[in-house]
């Protein structure tokens, strides 16, 4: 089974630092986009950053400047920066996938979905 799991995620002041981690594991054949979400309590999710196979990468507006996405292909994990912390960053990061995963002689493409780290900014 093919999955994502997550983690880096805690409490830090306003203005800190945090990197966020997410690997995926199982049967895969190749990894196109990796990505983040994110939740606050009582919100919708929001797509905060992408990154493509190829390297393209998207920020959410809310973000740019203070966030970076990557990935390191060789561990197929994707990760998020995310510097000069805001109290309105506080969320649940979800990471997010599609992928192509190997199923006996043939592949399927899949989007999944990691298990969520909370971040939390506050003093």
């Known amino acids: 089974q093919v999955q994502l799991v997550e983690s880096g995620g805690g409490l830090v002041q306003p203005g800190g630092s945090l990197r966020l981690s997410c690997a995926a594991s199982g049967s895969i054949f190749s990894i196109n986009t990796m990505g983040w979400y994110r939740q606050a309590p009582g919100e919708q999710r929001e797509l905060v950053a992408t990154i493509t196979s190829a390297g393209s990468r998207s920020l959410v507006s809310s973000v740019t400047g203070r966030f970076t996405i990557s990935r390191d292909n060789t561990q197929n994990t994707v990760y998020l920066q995310m510097n000069s912390l805001k109290p309105e960053d506080t969320a649940v990061y979800y990471c997010?996938?599609?992928?192509?995963?190997?199923?006996?002689?043939?592949?399927?493409?899949?989007?999944?979905w990691g298990q969520g780290t909370l971040v939390t900014v506050s003093s």
């Open positions: 997010n996938a599609d992928l192509w995963e190997i199923v006996a002689r043939t592949q399927r493409y899949l989007e999944i």
